[in-house]
Nanobody
Framework: QVQVAESGGGLVQPGGSLRLSCAGS????????VGWYRQAPGKEQEFIGS???????HYAVAVEGRFTISRDNTKNTVFLQMNSLKPEDTALYLC??????WGQGTQVTVSS
């Protein structure tokens, strides 16, 4: 059974940092492009960025230069390092492996 799980969310002050993890079981992450998305209340789901099997990364304009995606294939995990966080980054953050395998999300709240 394939499972994808995000972790690492929480409450952080503006300007702070968080590192989110997306861990897979029953699936070999190194064989998939993994994408990060976020969903804020009342807004459409937003693509944040992705990492390919060859470790090529792509980011949305809203986060480029502040967020970094990386992977550790030995841990079957993809990371989202978020720096210089802003209140508008507050959302439920989700990851997706390939086209089908979604996690449940982890909440990030940026507030003073």
């Amino acid at each position: 059974q394939v499972q994808v799980a995000e972790s690492g969310g929480g409450l952080v002050q503006p300007g702070g940092s968080l590192r989110l993890s997306c861990a897979g079981s029953g699936i070999t992450f190194s064989a998939y492009t993994v994408g990060w998305y976020r969903q804020a209340p009342g807004k459409e789901q937003e693509f944040i960025g992705s990492i390919t099997t060859g470790d090529w990364t792509h980011y949305a304009v809203a986060v480029e230069g502040r967020f970094t995606i990386s992977r550790d294939n030995t841990k079957n995990t993809v990371f989202l390092q978020m720096n210089s966080l802003k209140p508008e980054d507050t959302a439920l953050y989700l990851c997706r492996a390939g086209q089908s395998y979604w996690g449940q999300g982890t909440q990030v709240t940026v507030s003073s």
